[in-house]
Protein backbone atom coordinates (compact mmCIF):
# COMPACT_ATOMS: atom_id res chain seq x y z
CA UNK A 1 0.00 0.00 0.00
CA UNK A 2 1.31 3.21 -1.07
CA UNK A 3 -0.20 7.37 -0.02
CA UNK A 4 1.11 10.65 0.27
CA UNK A 5 0.87 11.94 3.38
CA UNK A 6 1.53 15.88 3.91
CA UNK A 7 3.45 17.09 7.50
CA UNK A 8 1.78 20.56 7.55
CA UNK A 9 5.22 21.96 6.09
CA UNK A 10 4.50 21.04 2.94
CA UNK A 11 6.67 18.25 2.93
CA UNK A 12 5.34 15.43 1.03
CA UNK A 13 6.55 11.65 2.35
CA UNK A 14 5.57 8.57 0.61
CA UNK A 15 5.21 5.25 3.19
CA UNK A 16 4.71 1.73 2.66
CA UNK A 17 2.99 -0.35 5.22
CA UNK A 18 5.31 -2.96 5.21
CA UNK A 19 7.44 -3.16 8.29
CA UNK A 20 11.58 -1.60 7.44
CA UNK A 21 14.16 -1.12 9.61
CA UNK A 22 14.54 2.35 11.56
CA UNK A 23 16.31 3.89 14.70
CA UNK A 24 14.81 5.95 17.46
CA UNK A 25 16.32 8.72 16.41
CA UNK A 26 15.08 12.11 14.75
CA UNK A 27 12.63 11.46 12.57
CA UNK A 28 12.00 13.89 9.78
CA UNK A 29 9.27 16.31 10.77
CA UNK A 30 5.75 15.74 10.08
CA UNK A 31 5.56 11.80 11.58
CA UNK A 32 2.45 12.95 13.32
CA UNK A 33 0.35 13.93 11.20
CA UNK A 34 1.06 10.67 9.27
CA UNK A 35 -0.08 8.98 12.50
CA UNK A 36 -3.57 11.15 12.34
CA UNK A 37 -3.70 10.24 8.65
CA UNK A 38 -3.33 6.63 9.42
CA UNK A 39 -5.76 6.84 12.47
CA UNK A 40 -3.02 5.45 15.36
CA UNK A 41 -2.92 7.40 18.06
CA UNK A 42 -0.76 8.36 20.92
CA UNK A 43 2.46 7.26 19.93
CA UNK A 44 4.98 7.90 17.14
CA UNK A 45 8.09 6.11 16.99
CA UNK A 46 10.70 8.96 15.48
CA UNK A 47 13.94 7.48 12.99
CA UNK A 48 15.53 9.30 10.29
CA UNK A 49 14.76 5.79 8.45
CA UNK A 50 11.26 5.00 9.14
CA UNK A 51 8.74 5.30 11.41
CA UNK A 52 5.86 3.40 13.40
CA UNK A 53 2.40 4.54 14.19
CA UNK A 54 0.65 2.62 17.61
CA UNK A 55 -2.48 2.93 19.37
CA UNK A 56 -3.03 3.80 22.61
CA UNK A 57 -1.77 0.39 24.00
CA UNK A 58 1.64 0.67 22.28
CA UNK A 59 -0.16 -2.10 19.52
CA UNK A 60 2.20 -1.17 16.44
CA UNK A 61 -0.74 -0.51 14.03
CA UNK A 62 2.11 0.31 11.10
CA UNK A 63 5.41 0.62 10.77
CA UNK A 64 7.37 1.50 7.07
CA UNK A 65 10.04 3.53 5.73
CA UNK A 66 9.54 7.25 5.09
CA UNK A 67 11.26 8.87 2.22
CA UNK A 68 11.18 12.54 1.24
CA UNK A 69 10.11 13.11 -1.75
CA UNK A 70 10.92 15.89 -4.15
CA UNK A 71 7.69 17.65 -4.89
CA UNK A 72 8.24 20.34 -2.68
CA UNK A 73 10.85 21.94 -5.02
CA UNK A 74 7.92 21.04 -8.07
CA UNK A 75 4.67 22.32 -5.95
CA UNK A 76 5.67 25.08 -3.76
CA UNK A 77 7.09 27.68 -6.50
CA UNK A 78 6.16 30.46 -4.27
CA UNK A 79 7.31 29.97 -0.17
CA UNK A 80 8.28 33.00 0.95
CA UNK A 81 7.39 35.45 -1.29
CA UNK A 82 4.46 38.26 -1.42
CA UNK A 83 1.58 38.94 -3.49
CA UNK A 84 -0.89 40.62 -4.27
CA UNK A 85 -4.21 39.96 -5.97
CA UNK A 86 -6.60 42.90 -7.04
CA UNK A 87 -9.94 41.92 -6.99
CA UNK A 88 -8.60 39.17 -4.94
CA UNK A 89 -12.23 38.29 -2.83
CA UNK A 90 -14.00 36.54 -6.20
CA UNK A 91 -13.75 34.65 -9.15
CA UNK A 92 -10.35 34.49 -10.83
CA UNK A 93 -8.77 36.80 -8.26
CA UNK A 94 -10.06 34.54 -5.24
CA UNK A 95 -8.79 31.52 -7.06
CA UNK A 96 -5.38 32.96 -7.50
CA UNK A 97 -4.94 34.06 -4.82
CA UNK A 98 -5.92 30.39 -3.35
CA UNK A 99 -3.52 28.39 -5.76
CA UNK A 100 -0.62 30.79 -4.03
CA UNK A 101 -1.00 30.59 -0.65
CA UNK A 102 -1.56 26.66 -1.63
CA UNK A 103 1.88 27.07 -2.61
CA UNK A 104 3.61 29.21 0.22
CA UNK A 105 3.15 32.73 -0.71
CA UNK A 106 1.71 35.09 1.32
CA UNK A 107 -1.27 37.15 -0.02
CA UNK A 108 -2.81 40.46 -0.09
CA UNK A 109 -6.06 40.99 -1.83
CA UNK A 110 -8.39 43.38 -2.61
CA UNK A 111 -12.19 44.20 -3.34
CA UNK A 112 -14.64 47.01 -2.86
CA UNK A 113 -17.61 44.80 -0.91
CA UNK A 114 -16.34 44.51 3.26
CA UNK A 115 -18.36 41.20 3.34
CA UNK A 116 -17.08 39.56 0.78
CA UNK A 117 -13.68 40.73 1.36
CA UNK A 118 -13.65 39.32 5.12
CA UNK A 119 -15.11 36.20 4.11
CA UNK A 120 -12.38 35.06 1.55
CA UNK A 121 -9.78 35.90 3.85
CA UNK A 122 -11.74 33.37 6.40
CA UNK A 123 -11.60 31.31 3.36
CA UNK A 124 -7.59 31.69 2.36
CA UNK A 125 -6.71 31.56 5.73
CA UNK A 126 -3.58 33.52 7.90
CA UNK A 127 -1.34 34.19 4.49
CA UNK A 128 -4.09 36.22 2.97
CA UNK A 129 -4.22 39.89 4.31
CA UNK A 130 -7.66 41.64 3.15
CA UNK A 131 -7.33 44.78 1.95
CA UNK A 132 -10.84 46.95 1.56
CA UNK A 133 -10.11 49.37 -1.60
CA UNK A 134 -11.84 50.96 -4.75
CA UNK A 135 -8.99 50.87 -7.23
CA UNK A 136 -11.04 53.84 -8.85
CA UNK A 137 -9.81 55.85 -6.20
CA UNK A 138 -6.30 56.81 -6.16
CA UNK A 139 -5.84 57.72 -2.37
CA UNK A 140 -7.33 54.37 -1.17
CA UNK A 141 -4.43 52.78 -3.94
CA UNK A 142 -1.98 54.82 -2.01
CA UNK A 143 -3.16 53.59 0.70
CA UNK A 144 -3.49 49.54 0.10
CA UNK A 145 -0.24 49.95 -0.93
CA UNK A 146 0.68 51.37 2.51
CA UNK A 147 -1.04 48.63 4.32
CA UNK A 148 0.92 46.22 1.90
CA UNK A 149 4.37 47.69 3.39
CA UNK A 150 3.73 47.93 6.51
CA UNK A 151 2.65 44.26 6.60
CA UNK A 152 5.10 42.73 3.55
CA UNK A 153 7.59 45.43 3.31
CA UNK A 154 7.76 43.89 -0.42
CA UNK A 155 6.09 42.52 -3.18
CA UNK A 156 7.03 39.79 -5.59
CA UNK A 157 3.87 39.48 -7.75
CA UNK A 158 1.36 41.68 -8.49
CA UNK A 159 -1.44 40.43 -10.17
CA UNK A 160 -3.75 43.35 -11.73
CA UNK A 161 -7.10 41.39 -12.15
CA UNK A 162 -9.65 43.75 -10.66
CA UNK A 163 -12.22 44.44 -13.57
CA UNK A 164 -15.98 45.19 -14.19
CA UNK A 165 -17.99 45.03 -17.40
CA UNK A 166 -20.81 46.38 -18.65
CA UNK A 167 -23.33 47.29 -21.76
CA UNK A 168 -22.41 49.97 -23.34
CA UNK A 169 -24.17 50.08 -26.91
CA UNK A 170 -23.69 52.58 -29.31
CA UNK A 171 -27.20 55.26 -29.02
CA UNK A 172 -27.68 54.33 -25.54
CA UNK A 173 -24.28 55.26 -23.39
CA UNK A 174 -23.95 58.25 -21.20
CA UNK A 175 -19.86 59.69 -20.87
CA UNK A 176 -19.90 57.95 -17.14
CA UNK A 177 -20.90 55.06 -17.83
CA UNK A 178 -18.56 54.59 -20.73
CA UNK A 179 -15.89 56.00 -18.24
CA UNK A 180 -16.55 54.20 -15.59
CA UNK A 181 -15.65 50.98 -17.05
CA UNK A 182 -12.16 52.70 -18.37
CA UNK A 183 -11.35 53.60 -15.27
CA UNK A 184 -11.52 50.29 -13.04
CA UNK A 185 -10.03 48.28 -16.26
CA UNK A 186 -7.45 50.65 -17.47
CA UNK A 187 -6.80 53.93 -15.35
CA UNK A 188 -7.29 51.48 -12.11
CA UNK A 189 -4.57 48.95 -13.68
CA UNK A 190 -2.33 51.74 -14.48
CA UNK A 191 -2.33 52.94 -10.82
CA UNK A 192 -2.00 49.88 -9.53
CA UNK A 193 1.25 48.83 -11.14
CA UNK A 194 2.40 52.24 -10.53
CA UNK A 195 1.68 52.18 -7.00
CA UNK A 196 3.51 48.56 -6.85
CA UNK A 197 6.59 49.49 -8.02
CA UNK A 198 8.64 50.81 -5.34
CA UNK A 199 7.95 47.63 -3.26
CA UNK A 200 9.23 45.47 -6.35
CA UNK A 201 12.65 44.42 -7.09
CA UNK A 202 14.91 42.28 -9.69
CA UNK A 203 12.50 38.88 -10.12
CA UNK A 204 9.54 40.29 -9.70
CA UNK A 205 6.42 39.68 -11.73
CA UNK A 206 3.45 41.83 -12.91
CA UNK A 207 0.30 40.19 -14.83
CA UNK A 208 -2.35 41.95 -15.79
CA UNK A 209 -6.02 40.42 -16.74
CA UNK A 210 -7.28 40.65 -20.11
CA UNK A 211 -9.75 39.61 -22.38
CA UNK A 212 -10.44 37.61 -25.46
CA UNK A 213 -13.12 40.51 -25.62
CA UNK A 214 -10.38 42.64 -27.23
CA UNK A 215 -10.52 41.08 -30.30
CA UNK A 216 -14.33 39.50 -30.60
CA UNK A 217 -16.13 42.82 -31.62
CA UNK A 218 -18.95 41.71 -29.42
CA UNK A 219 -21.60 44.43 -30.23
CA UNK A 220 -22.37 46.39 -26.95
CA UNK A 221 -18.98 45.65 -25.49
CA UNK A 222 -17.26 49.03 -26.42
CA UNK A 223 -15.75 50.20 -23.57
CA UNK A 224 -15.08 46.66 -22.42
CA UNK A 225 -13.34 45.61 -25.43
CA UNK A 226 -11.66 49.08 -25.55
CA UNK A 227 -9.86 48.84 -21.87
CA UNK A 228 -9.25 45.14 -22.46
CA UNK A 229 -7.45 45.94 -26.04
CA UNK A 230 -5.65 48.50 -24.11
CA UNK A 231 -4.50 45.99 -21.45
CA UNK A 232 -3.05 44.23 -24.21
CA UNK A 233 -0.87 47.54 -25.08
CA UNK A 234 -0.03 48.76 -21.73
CA UNK A 235 1.34 45.36 -20.41
CA UNK A 236 3.81 45.83 -23.51
CA UNK A 237 4.64 49.00 -22.68
CA UNK A 238 5.30 48.03 -18.58
CA UNK A 239 7.54 45.17 -19.80
CA UNK A 240 9.61 47.73 -21.75
CA UNK A 241 9.86 50.10 -18.82
CA UNK A 242 10.38 47.34 -16.14
CA UNK A 243 12.90 45.12 -17.89
CA UNK A 244 16.00 46.88 -16.24
CA UNK A 245 14.84 46.77 -13.15
CA UNK A 246 14.55 43.01 -13.52
CA UNK A 247 10.56 43.17 -13.53
CA UNK A 248 8.81 41.07 -15.81
CA UNK A 249 5.20 41.85 -17.05
CA UNK A 250 3.07 39.28 -18.60
CA UNK A 251 -1.08 39.38 -19.63
CA UNK A 252 -3.51 36.29 -19.27
CA UNK A 253 -6.58 36.28 -21.73
CA UNK A 254 -9.22 34.14 -20.26
CA UNK A 255 -11.86 33.52 -23.00
CA UNK A 256 -15.47 33.03 -20.86
CA UNK A 257 -14.60 31.39 -17.77
CA UNK A 258 -17.22 30.38 -14.50
CA UNK A 259 -17.05 33.56 -12.36
CA UNK A 260 -19.64 36.20 -10.75
CA UNK A 261 -18.70 38.54 -13.63
CA UNK A 262 -21.19 37.01 -15.50
CA UNK A 263 -24.03 36.96 -12.76
CA UNK A 264 -23.59 40.61 -11.60
CA UNK A 265 -24.73 43.75 -12.65
CA UNK A 266 -26.31 44.39 -15.78
CA UNK A 267 -26.71 40.53 -15.54
CA UNK A 268 -27.95 40.24 -12.18
CA UNK A 269 -30.27 37.09 -12.29
CA UNK A 270 -28.35 35.20 -15.16
CA UNK A 271 -27.32 32.18 -14.35
CA UNK A 272 -23.98 30.56 -14.88
CA UNK A 273 -25.32 27.51 -16.93
CA UNK A 274 -27.52 29.44 -18.89
CA UNK A 275 -24.34 31.75 -20.18
CA UNK A 276 -22.40 28.92 -20.71
CA UNK A 277 -25.10 27.21 -22.49
CA UNK A 278 -25.16 30.89 -24.61
CA UNK A 279 -21.55 30.83 -25.25
CA UNK A 280 -20.83 27.32 -25.59
CA UNK A 281 -21.57 26.77 -29.35
CA UNK A 282 -18.63 29.43 -30.45
CA UNK A 283 -15.71 28.34 -27.93
CA UNK A 284 -13.99 24.57 -29.54
CA UNK A 285 -13.83 23.57 -25.91
CA UNK A 286 -17.82 23.95 -25.99
CA UNK A 287 -17.59 25.57 -22.81
CA UNK A 288 -16.51 27.88 -20.07
CA UNK A 289 -13.41 27.77 -18.42
CA UNK A 290 -12.59 27.65 -15.04
CA UNK A 291 -11.15 30.14 -12.77
CA UNK A 292 -8.67 27.52 -12.05
CA UNK A 293 -7.83 26.84 -15.55
CA UNK A 294 -7.02 31.01 -15.51
CA UNK A 295 -5.47 31.17 -12.13
CA UNK A 296 -2.61 28.30 -12.78
CA UNK A 297 -1.84 30.44 -15.95
CA UNK A 298 -1.19 33.26 -13.78
CA UNK A 299 0.83 31.02 -11.32
CA UNK A 300 2.84 30.04 -14.17
CA UNK A 301 3.63 33.21 -15.62
CA UNK A 302 4.32 34.41 -11.81
CA UNK A 303 7.08 31.33 -10.98
CA UNK A 304 10.31 31.44 -11.98
CA UNK A 305 9.58 28.57 -14.35
CA UNK A 306 8.62 32.01 -16.24
CA UNK A 307 11.96 33.49 -15.49
CA UNK A 308 12.49 34.14 -19.14
CA UNK A 309 9.00 35.56 -20.30
CA UNK A 310 7.97 38.99 -20.46
CA UNK A 311 5.75 40.98 -22.79
CA UNK A 312 4.09 38.15 -23.41
CA UNK A 313 0.49 36.34 -22.84
CA UNK A 314 -1.14 33.10 -22.20
CA UNK A 315 -4.88 32.55 -23.52
CA UNK A 316 -7.18 30.69 -21.53
CA UNK A 317 -9.67 30.19 -24.18
CA UNK A 318 -10.87 26.92 -24.89
CA UNK A 319 -9.75 27.91 -28.84
CA UNK A 320 -11.97 30.78 -28.86
CA UNK A 321 -9.29 33.18 -30.50
CA UNK A 322 -6.99 30.63 -31.99
CA UNK A 323 -9.44 28.37 -33.85
CA UNK A 324 -12.25 29.44 -33.87
CA UNK A 325 -13.64 27.50 -36.81
CA UNK A 326 -13.43 24.35 -34.42
CA UNK A 327 -16.27 25.46 -32.31
CA UNK A 328 -19.46 23.36 -32.28
CA UNK A 329 -21.33 26.43 -34.55
CA UNK A 330 -19.25 25.32 -37.09
CA UNK A 331 -18.91 21.41 -37.13
CA UNK A 332 -21.13 19.54 -39.24
CA UNK A 333 -23.92 17.18 -37.89
N1 LIG B 1 -15.06 35.74 -16.13
C1 LIG B 1 -14.77 35.93 -17.40
O1 LIG B 1 -15.44 35.36 -18.30
C2 LIG B 1 -13.61 36.80 -17.77
C3 LIG B 1 -13.12 36.72 -19.08
C4 LIG B 1 -12.05 37.52 -19.46
C5 LIG B 1 -11.49 38.38 -18.53
N2 LIG B 1 -11.98 38.45 -17.28
C6 LIG B 1 -11.36 39.41 -16.36
O2 LIG B 1 -11.03 38.77 -15.16
C7 LIG B 1 -10.95 39.76 -14.13
C8 LIG B 1 -11.62 39.20 -12.89
O3 LIG B 1 -12.99 39.05 -13.16
P1 LIG B 1 -13.85 37.79 -12.67
O4 LIG B 1 -14.34 37.13 -13.88
O5 LIG B 1 -13.12 37.03 -11.64
O6 LIG B 1 -15.11 38.56 -12.07
P2 LIG B 1 -15.61 38.88 -10.60
O7 LIG B 1 -15.82 37.62 -9.85
O8 LIG B 1 -16.76 39.80 -10.79
O9 LIG B 1 -14.39 39.64 -9.93
C9 LIG B 1 -14.11 40.97 -10.20
C10 LIG B 1 -13.26 41.49 -9.06
O10 LIG B 1 -12.84 42.83 -9.32
C11 LIG B 1 -13.10 43.61 -8.16
N3 LIG B 1 -13.31 45.00 -8.54
C12 LIG B 1 -14.09 45.46 -9.53
N4 LIG B 1 -14.02 46.79 -9.56
C13 LIG B 1 -13.18 47.17 -8.58
C14 LIG B 1 -12.70 48.42 -8.11
N5 LIG B 1 -13.08 49.57 -8.64
N6 LIG B 1 -11.86 48.43 -7.08
C15 LIG B 1 -11.46 47.26 -6.52
N7 LIG B 1 -11.87 46.06 -6.91
C16 LIG B 1 -12.73 46.02 -7.93
C17 LIG B 1 -14.34 42.99 -7.55
O11 LIG B 1 -14.43 43.36 -6.19
P3 LIG B 1 -15.88 43.66 -5.53
O12 LIG B 1 -16.72 42.47 -5.84
O13 LIG B 1 -15.59 43.82 -4.09
O14 LIG B 1 -16.40 44.88 -6.20
C18 LIG B 1 -14.03 41.53 -7.74
O15 LIG B 1 -13.18 41.07 -6.74
C19 LIG B 1 -11.56 41.03 -14.70
O16 LIG B 1 -10.55 41.93 -15.06
C20 LIG B 1 -12.29 40.54 -15.94
O17 LIG B 1 -12.40 41.53 -16.92
C21 LIG B 1 -13.03 37.68 -16.87
Known sequence: MLDNLHDGHNTEFLYYDQHAEWDVDEAP??????????????FF?????????SDDNGFQRVCGAVSRLNTQEKTMRFTGKTALVTGGNSGIGFTTAKLLIAEGARVAITGRDRTKLDQAVADLGANSLGIQADLDDETAVES??????????SLDIVFANAGISGPTPLGGTTAA??????RTNLTGVFLTVQAALPLMGVGGSVILNGSVMRELG?????????????????????ASELV??????NTVIPGGTRTP?????????????????????AIPMARLATPEEVAKAVLFLASDDASGITAAEIVVDGGTIGAPRGAPMYRKA
Not at 226 to 231: C, E, I, L, N
Open 29 to 42: VGLEAAAILLRSTA
Open 45 to 53: TRSSRGFCA
Open 144 to 153: AFKQIKEVFG
Open 177 to 182: AFEAIL
Open 218 to 238: SPGSAAYSATKAGVTGMAKVF
Open 261 to 281: IWTRGARAGATLDATEEALAP
Open 244 to 249: QRGIRV
